[in-house]
């Protein structure tokens, strides 16, 4: 059973930063695409960042490019997202997402995704 945990949410003044985990167990987590996504109330559910199995590729959402990097110690099992410059308008519920084909980058799908994390930017 494929298990995700994020930490590290919280409130932060805009302009600051914040570096949120997502612990993963089940499968050979090593192998996966892993991604995060973002929903701030009343929109919908959208992609962050993404990082390859080897940690070699990465992709961002254009809101984040820049700002946000995505990065995963296969050891630890775990990816984080270090969040810098932050502003109001990235208060959203963070969630860690795995991806559902081993040792592909190519359109990833997402079949298993964490409980969210509450990240809060005051202006």
């Known amino acids: 059973q494929v298990q995700l945990v994020e930490s590290g949410g919280g409130l932060v003044q805009a302009g600051g930063s914040l570096r949120l985990s997502c612990a993963a167990s089940?499968?050979?987590?090593?192998?996966?695409?892993m991604a995060w996504f973002r929903q701030a109330p009343g929109k919908e559910r959208e992609f962050v960042a993404s990082?390859?199995?080897?940690?070699?590729?990465?992709d961002y959402a254009d809101s984040v490019k820049g700002r946000f990097t995505i990065s995963r110690d296969n050891a630890k099992n775990t990816v984080y997202l270090q969040m810098n410059s932050l502003k109001p308008e990235d208060t959203a519920v963070y969630y860690c997402?795995?991806?559902?084909?081993?040792?592909?980058?190519?359109?990833?799908?997402?079949?298993?995704w964490g409980q969210g994390t509450q990240v809060t930017v005051s202006s």
């Open positions: 997402a795995q991806g559902a084909r081993a040792l592909n980058y190519v359109s990833p799908t997402y079949d298993y």
């Open positions: 089940g499968r050979t987590v090593r192998l996966y695409t």
């Open positions: 990082i390859n199995y080897s940690g070699l590729a990465t």
